[in-house]
């Protein structure tokens, strides 16, 4: 079993900041990928930012510049800090890991989510 826990949500004006945390522990061989998600109401979910075993990092158009995904790879652990925030930031925000379990299997696995909310 993989588990992932997020935390660091809450509520915040423009302009303010956040930083979200994902701790995965479990049965994990090797970590492929880690990434942020986020899902506002209504909506579909959507991928926020990706960095891989390699460090190689992406961003969603509208969270570049703002938001910095980073990764803590003795801890297995992934952070998104999140600058600048603005209204339509706010979201459900999910972690998300691809890994193995094992030399042969690997699988996607997801946090529970945590609240963002940007708003005066």
């Known amino acids: 079993q993989v588990q992932l826990v997020e935390s660091g949500g809450g509520l915040v004006q423009p302009g303010g900041s956040l930083r979200l945390s994902c701790a995965a522990s479990?049965?994990?061989?090797?970590?492929?990928?880690m990434n942020w998600y986020r899902q506002a109401p209504g909506k579909e979910r959507e991928l926020v930012a990706v960095?891989?075993?390699?460090?190689?990092?992406n961003y969603a158009d509208s969270v570049k510049g703002r938001f910095t995904i980073s990764r803590d790879n003795a801890k297995n652990m992934v952070y998104l800090q999140m600058n600048t925030l603005k209204p339509e930031d706010t979201a459900v925000y999910f972690c998300?890991?691809?890994?193995?379990?094992?030399?042969?299997?690997?699988?996607?696995?997801w946090g529970q989510g945590t609240q963002v909310t940007v708003s005066s």
């Open positions: 479990g049965s994990i061989f090797r970590i492929i990928a």
């Open positions: 960095i891989n075993s390699g460090h190689s990092i």
């Open positions: 998300n890991a691809r890994l193995y379990t094992n030399e042969t299997y690997w699988n996607d696995y």
